[in-house]
T-cell receptor, first 115, second 114 residues
Framework: DAGVIQSPRHEVTEMGQEVTLRCKPI?????LFWYRQTMMRGLELLIY????????DSGMPEDRFSAKMPNASFSTLKIQPSEPRDSAVYFC?????????????FGPGTRLTVL | AQSVAQPEDQVNVAEGNPLTVKCTYS??????LFWYVQYPNRGLQFLLK??????LVKGSYGFEAEFNKSQTSFHLKKPSALVSDSALYFC????????????FGSGTKLNVKP
């Protein structure tokens, strides 16, 4: 199994531009999570999906952020327009439907730099 | 509200010595506790978890963690540290009624020196 796949691994863009981050979860996993990691705030959950449906998006910082999961094998996190304070490492994770016992499997992350 | 505290930003230990990385938690119901490790430029990797049962949980790479309900702690331990254990370690608690939401601690950087 290839694990959770994220692309791109690095993204450098200018303020105001649209940024799209991509994630392919582990096949068969029912849950998909998007996290943001910064030095100041640590690891924050942005949103998670169950069976392609967004369940909790309370961590999405602003309307500039949106996430979709059109099918079981693909999800996107979009920032439009991007701002320098969005610079962070964005992780995607997936897990099986296993109640409280299911650990999450993380992708390698996308390091986003907004100039 | 659920929360996790890792009181030490950094832990330094010599290779071959035992190591402990501390974690305390706060939950409204039964705790479901996890440890993850993050190597540079990598995603988090699952180490071990406590759901129920024996208070001493054994995990990957020789790590173990001890659940202490009275002290609300879940410290990560290893009897003999390796230089390759140097990484960032995160404790996490799963929210009681929302099993799919994790709360992560701020992380502890472990430095193992030869």
């Amino acid at each position: 199994d290839a694990g959770v796949i994220q692309s791109p691994r690095h993204e450098v863009t200018e303020m105001g531009q649209e940024v799209t981050l991509r994630c392919k979860p582990i096949s068969g996993h029912d849950y998909l999570f998007w996290y943001r990691q910064t030095m100041m705030r640590g690891l924050e959950l942005l949103i998670y999906f169950n069976n392609n449906v967004p369940i909790d998006d309370s961590g999405m910082p602003e309307d500039r952020f949106s996430a979709k999961m059109p099918n079981a094998s693909f999800s996107t996190l979009k920032i439009q327009p991007s701002e320098p304070r969005d610079s962070a490492v964005y992780f995607c994770a997936s897990s099986l439907l296993a109640g409280a016992q299911g650990e999450q499997f993380f992708g390698p992350g996308t390091r986003l730099t907004v100039l | 509200a659920q929360s996790v505290a890792q009181p030490e930003d950094q832990v330094n230990v010599a290779e071959g010595n035992p190591l402990t990385v501390k974690c305390t938690y706060s939950v409204s119901g039964n705790p479901y506790l996890f440890w993850y490790v993050q190597y540079p430029n990598r995603g988090l990797q699952f180490l071990l978890k406590y759901i129920t049962g024996d208070n001493l949980v054994k995990g990957s790479y020789g790590f173990e963690a001890e659940f202490n309900k009275s002290q609300t702690s879940f410290h990560l331990k290893k009897p003999s540290a390796l230089v390759s254990d140097s990484a960032l370690y995160f404790c996490a608690v799963r929210e009681g009624y929302n099993f799919n939401k994790f709360y992560f601690g701020s992380g502890t950087k472990l430095n193992v020196k030869p």
